[in-house]
């Protein structure tokens, strides 16, 4: 598919699982958030354990967004956008990594906060984000469930539907929900835990619905942002190289979900498949866990930044 290059594409992360007000890393690609409001320290931006992003492209002189996922509770990326006074004013679509709860959470609030006056805004999800019982199985009788996220949310807040398998062009053919990714690599097997019911049967939940979107920066190539890489990271990434025909990659940020003893065993794998695709940067954010997250600052120190809620993001051609 055709994607068509931008000349910038600033991520800002309105929640993530981190936040230090004291880094003071500032540089052309990093802008953190500020605590200071009229002189004095009193923003507090929230961090959980959730996902959330405006992602915005800057073609010549225009700008136009994508909220991409909408973090964990029913207020917390969505105060932190208003703390942050993000423009939500550009957004012109909504995109969804995938049905689990720590990425839907605000979507409530965020209807109440975008702008109307163009009419309905695209609501871009694969359709296993509906999935009716999706839970965590630790034992037979031990099943912990997501929230049920249905068509009806959506519907009844206003947004446009899109329900898509397939790779879908988003912002003019400058970005791209990627939909549903091929599992290919022989060590990312997905979430063992994971079942859902379907047609009354319980099985294991593959979370098909995994996705992730891509830009093309001119001359720098692709930034790969994910949700939780439930279908894994280097599937992502060599997913979004296959279908836009681009080798070069400028930037892999997202939830990795390398955190825990399920994931652990494949970190280093992981990483040398990463550093070997050759990325200016790789950015480990939400699920991707703490000892994957040291790992690669490790390995690829070079590449490495560290994500907090509130920071900015800016890749530029």
Known sequence: MNLNAVDKVEILTLQDNYIDITAMDNSSVITRAAPIEGMEIKKSILAEHGFSALVTVTEGEKRRSVLFDFGFSEDGAARNAALLTADLGSVEALALSHGHS??????????????????????????????ESRYLKLAEEFKIHFPKFSRDTVNNLGFDLVETAEP???????????????????????????HHVVDGTES???????????????????????????????NTVRHAMSITGISQLYAVMGGFHLSGPFFEPIIEQTTNDLKEMGPTYVIP?????????????????????????????????
């Open 285 to 317: 954010t939400h699920c991707t866990g703490r000892k994957a997250i040291m790992h690669m600052e490790q390995v690829m120190p070079e590449q490495f930044i560290l994500n907090m809620s509130g920071t900015t993001l800016t890749f530029a051609a």
């Open 168 to 194: 879908y062009p988003l912002l003019g053919g400058t970005c791209l929900f990627l939909g549903q990714i091929p599992r290919e690599t022989a060590y990312e097997k997905g979430f063992p835990i994971a």
């Open 102 to 131: 720590d990425h839907t959470g605000a979507l409530a609030r965020f209807a109440d906060m975008l702008p109307r006056d163009k009419g309905k805004i695209p609501f871009v999800a694969h359709p296993g984000v509906f999935g």
């Open 204 to 234: 294991w939940d593959p979370i098909e619905d995994d996705t992730a979107l891509a830009i093309n920066v001119r001359g720098k190539g692709l930034v790969v942002l994910t949700g939780c890489a439930h279908a894994g990271i280097v």
